[in-house]
């Protein structure tokens, strides 16, 4: 019975809080970019998705200078297609260092999630770290959490996600990458590239899949990144 408990909650919580598996951000902003970015995360297994559990995110951004970013995203979540509007979400981004002015380049995130299918409203703050060891990137992103629901309540959250890349070449970048939130904890491969276009545009991309840790965790999570950078 308690099994059976844990999880419907867990279920719930993945519907509630979206999943722990998601883009880890560099803390660079360029000047006049603007970009059009589609998402997609989809869990299978464990305690958190037995049923599996996918979201998309389509969004829009563009940068006010060499150091502030602004995009908006709308969000479509479920168990089989996920194709309903669910929610919407808006992010600001805020590049504090030069890269390459100290051993690492700093910056930090603002965001802000409403889901229309759970009435939760979400408000995150990120910190992130990016570091250089000749062909090799290290990337951190530490979150600070407050989630308002109706079902359950006020709290706050913490997160972790961690990337190591090795720049191979430009359309391929062999990463791992690794991600800790309050009831997941996975692990695995992600490969990244990037597709210079004419005019300075360029096409980016992720992909991945993380394996969970323990049993709270879904058994697996793919996730797909596609992003347009245009000026």
């Known amino acids: 019975m308690a099994c059976v408990v844990a999880q419907l909650g867990l279920t719930a919580l993945a519907q509630a809080d979206g999943l722990s598996v998601d883009k880890i951000y560099a803390p660079y902003v360029n000047s006049l ?20 559990f996918i979201i998309q995110r389509f969004g829009f951004g563009a940068a006010l200078n060499d150091r502030i970013a602004l995009e908006a995203y709308f969000s479509a979540q479920g168990q089989d297609d996920a194709d309903r509007l669910s929610g919407y979400e808006l992010e600001a981004r805020w590049q504090i ?4 002015e100290y051993a690492v380049d700093w910056g930090a995130i603002v965001e802000y999630e409403h889901s229309r299918d759970s009435n939760v409203e979400e408000f995150a703050g990120k910190i992130v770290a990016l570091k250089e060891w000749g062909a090799y990137v290290a990337t951190a ?8 629901s109706e079902s359950t309540g006020d709290e706050f959250e913490t997160a972790l996600s961690l990337q190591a890349r090795y720049r191979y070449r430009p359309m391929l970048e062999p990463a791992l990458a690794f991600y800790a939130a309050e009831d997941y904890r996975g692990i695995g491969p992600v490969l990244v590239g990037a597709i210079r276009l004419q005019a300075a545009n360029s096409l980016r991309w992720e992909m991945g899949t993380v394996f969970g840790l323990d049993e709270d965790s879904a058994d697996y999570t793919f996730r797909l990144m596609l992003e347009y950078e245009f000026y």
């Open 33 to 52: 970019e603007k970009e059009l970015e589609y998402r997609l995360s989809k869990a299978e297994g464990g305690l958190q998705a037995p049923d599996g």
């Open 141 to 148: 992103n530490a979150s600070l959490i407050y989630e308002s």
């Open 97 to 100: 260092t030069e890269q390459g």
